[in-house]
């Protein structure tokens, strides 16, 4: 298999939607584009990824979200971009077709008590379907992979929580820890970088709002009280 020696993650750059999410009660989530600032943000980040690429070709895989397509195009690649697949399996997670803030924030609520890996939203995904998602397009990356013309680095361009899911399959995270992280910012790149043994390392950690280990289950929770 000629597994690629970087594997890069971006979330999109600030949407409309961050600055103001009364956006959803009128715009398909998948419609939103990106801000003037998103698009700086986007560019920034190409000149890194750029640099971090070194001449060498990428094979991109994009969310097909209007603020993922945006960010793809700012980051500027060229010719350094092998080839382009929208993967709808990298969008964002499901919550509703269009979003009532009310409600949407009642469930937010919910979603927090209960926690963000299983809670479902009413009208759309919970954060282990998103999960399951995931761990079907990684098959398809590993059949892309074995081709041996296949590109020498990967870039998924998507969203935050996509990213840290993906994370937590590729390197068999616990629920527990999924849990306490963080969403990485806008336009944030993460990347996987491979080990001369062949194993990947991730290069900068996602941030956590509560300190948990990698391996903590369910069983090092607190009781709960019922």
């Known amino acids: 298999m000629s597994a690629p020696g970087k594997i890069f993650m971006i979330r999109h750059g600030q949407s409309a939607a961050n600055v103001d999410t009364s956006i959803y009660n009128r715009v398909p989530d998948y419609r939103i584009p990106l801000t003037p600032l998103g698009l700086a943000q986007a560019t920034a980040a190409g000149e890194r990824i750029r640099r971090e690429l070194d001449g060498r070709q990428v094979c991109v895989y994009v969310s097909p979200?209007?603020?993922?397509?945006?960010?793809?195009?700012?980051?500027?690649?060229?010719?350094?971009?092998?080839?382009?697949?929208?993967?709808?399996?990298?969008r964002e997670q499901d919550w509703a077709n269009f979003q009532i803030t009310g409600d949407i924030e009642d469930q937010k609520?919910?979603?927090?008590a209960y926690g963000?890996?299983?809670?479902?939203?009413?009208?759309?995904?919970?954060?282990?379907?998103v999960y399951d998602r995931i761990s079907s397009f990684m098959e398809t990356l590993y059949r892309h992979w074995s081709k041996p013309d296949y590109a020498p680095n990967t870039l998924l361009v998507t969203h935050g929580l996509t990213m840290r899911l993906?994370?937590?399959r590729w390197f068999h995270w616990s629920v527990e820890y999924f849990e306490s992280l963080n969403n990485p910012d806008n336009a944030a790149v993460r990347t996987l970088l491979r080990t001369d043994l062949g194993k990947y390392e991730l290069d900068i950690p996602f941030s956590q709002w509560v300190d948990r280990r990698v391996d903590e289950t369910v069983l090092d929770a607190p009781p709960v009280i019922f």
């Open 65 to 90: 979200y209007l603020r993922a397509h945006q960010t793809l195009e700012a980051l500027n690649l060229g010719n350094l971009t092998e080839r382009v697949i929208e993967e709808p399996r990298l």
């Open 116 to 129: 963000h890996f299983f809670y479902r939203f009413r009208e759309g995904e919970s954060g282990s379907d």
């Open 109 to 112: 609520e919910l979603r927090n």
């Open 166 to 168: 993906f994370c937590m």
